[in-house]
């Protein structure tokens, strides 16, 4: 078993220099001046899901806006966030979940954009020849996930359209690759996670593994991906929080224009056929906004993780709260009609 790094006070995402840079693609241009290339780290987790910012890193759009980017790879939003607050990184890529999480216990992580989003994004796999046919079967089995991020507060939801809750489980702290790997060898009897992981968990069963129908799952859970920064960040650096949506807004425009070249692109950085790849873009809904069911999943993610022992109950109103950790700005500076928020 893994363990997964915990999220803390520390604010990350320490100051930066100037910005730097001119112009911009797909029509969406950002008239920077500045004297310098601004020298950046971004934080990426894996699976098709970021496929907006990976586009961004591979087509290096970054350098339309002033902007040279290092990645650093991580195996969930959960793990880039953690790098990122410890400073190792001044974005990263993320779900509602983890700021959820972190917001709720006093880290000051802000979300300047979200850039996809789905509910069939994430299943559950499960050992059929233990007998487990659906999600009811689950009571008193073995289950994985990342605790504390999406994975988790996805299997709760998923558990509770069963009837379910977590304390129904044996939950079993891994991270998405080891849990298709222990669900393989038979140590554990199911895993909550990303949809490529489940059908390479079935691939690789030889028949004992099977994805359990999460029908109705859309009326429950719906997943955010979004690129956060530090509050000092969008404070002090508000130019460069811009470029860095704009660049997120120059990949989808590339997406939605060259489909087919971007959907090889994710393949390649995700080690999988562009057929899967396909088949898992088609659940997701791309586009880069901040809107109020970000908002509204924010406060649903707070509430779970006190009810999970996971946050104490903020002192300040849960809405009021993660309000202010959405920085719509620049947002409605590069495309204010991609913000609906009150």
Do not use: C
Request: aromatic content about 6%; overall charge positive; charged content about 20%.
């Amino acid at each position: 078993m893994s363990s997964s790094h915990p999220i803390d006070r520390r604010r990350f995402g320490l100051g930066l220099a100037a910005l730097a840079g001119t112009a911009g693609t797909a029509g969406l241009s950002l008239p920077l001046r500045a004297q310098s290339v601004e020298k950046i780290v971004v934080a990426e987790s894996q699976g098709f899901s970021w496929a907006i910012p990976y586009l961004v890193s591979s087509r290096n759009l970054w350098k339309n806006h002033g902007i040279e980017a290092t990645t650093l790879q991580f195996t969930s939003g959960r793990l880039a966030f953690d790098a990122a607050v410890a400073g190792k990184a001044q974005f990263a890529t993320a779900t509602d979940s983890v700021i959820g999480l972190a917001g709720a216990n006093g880290v000051r992580a802000v979300i300047v954009a979200e850039f996809s989003r789905l509910s069939s994004g994430m299943v559950v796999a499960a050992r059929s020849d233990r007998g487990i046919a659906s999600g009811a079967q689950l009571k008193g089995k073995r289950v994985a996930t990342t605790v504390g991020t999406s994975g988790h507060y996805f299997l709760s939801r998923f558990l509770s359209l069963h009837g379910l809750a977590l304390k129904d489980v044996t939950l079993v702290n891994l991270r998405g690759p080891d849990a298709v790997t222990a669900i393989a060898k038979g140590d554990i009897d199911a895993f909550a996670w990303g949809w490529d992981a489940g059908q390479k968990a079935v691939a690789d069963s030889g028949g004992k593994v099977k994805v359990l129908d999460d029908t109705g799952l859309e009326k429950v859970f719906l997943s955010h991906y979004v690129l956060t920064a530090s509050e000092s960040l969008v404070q002090s650096r508000p130019k460069l929080v811009e470029a860095a949506v704009r660049s997120l807004l120059d990949a989808e425009a590339f997406y939605r224009a060259q489909t087919a070249e971007a959907i090889a692109l994710v393949a390649e950085r995700t080690k999988a056929t562009v057929e899967t790849t396909k088949a898992g873009l088609e659940t997701v809904s791309v586009g880069v906004r901040l809107d109020e069911r970000l908002l509204d999943d924010l406060v649903l993610n707070a509430q779970w993780a006190v009810e999970a022992g996971l946050a104490t109950p903020p002192k300040e109103d849960l809405r009021a709260l993660y309000r202010k950790l959405i920085y719509a700005d620049a947002l409605k500076a590069a495309a204010p009609d991609r913000v609906r928020l009150g």
